[in-house]
């Protein structure tokens, strides 16, 4: 059965790694944009961060200009995040979350959790929660606050 772990994603520096790495924690991966209205929910991801990541908890950013929202590199979407949110939760390379060209880990999470129109994402800050096992647990709307995520979050941490 496929989950999370099949796949590999790339650092805004170029690093490549796989998913494995986080065998057994849970996840929260976000499809994020620096010029996006729901950019200020990078403080609240970086609190959630900071609370349960001792517990188990990995957030991953994903920048996509694909809404037209973001820088044009990913070292720019990453230092943003950085300095203008104190975001130190890992930041990769930009990447289309929708088409042809989507990252294959969008391409899995949405398929593994449809939102309510679709497969597809519609806006920045889509958010998937994958549980200790490497599965998604429940898709987020972008307008749903990662602090009203908590709970669900808590709920998985061993």
């Not at 609240?44 to 820088?71: A, C, H, M, T, V």
């Not at 959790?113 to 994402?121: D, L, N, R, V």
């Not at 096992?133 to 749903?144: F, I, L, M, N, W």
């Amino acid at each position: 059965m496929t989950n999370i772990y099949d796949y590999s994603a790339t650092l805004e520096n170029g690093t490549s790694y796989n998913l494995e790495k986080y065998h057994g924690k849970v996840l929260l991966l976000v499809n994020t944009a620096t010029k996006c209205i729901f950019a200020p929910q990078f403080s609240q991801l970086e609190d959630l961060y900071q609370k349960y990541q001792k517990d188990g908890l990995e957030i991953l950013g994903f920048p996509s200009n694909q809404f037209k929202q973001e820088l044009s590199s990913s070292q720019q979407a990453a230092q943003a995040c950085q300095t203008t949110y104190g975001v130190t939760f890992p930041m990769h390379q930009l990447a289309n979350v929708n088409g042809k060209d989507a990252n294959p880990i969008f391409t899995y999470l949405k398929d593994a959790a449809p939102g309510t129109f679709g497969k597809s994402i519609k806006w920045n800050f889509t958010k998937f929660l994958i549980g200790t096992d490497g599965q998604v647990v429940k898709r987020y709307a972008p307008k749903t606050k990662p602090k009203d995520i908590a709970a669900d979050i808590e709920s998985l941490l061993v």
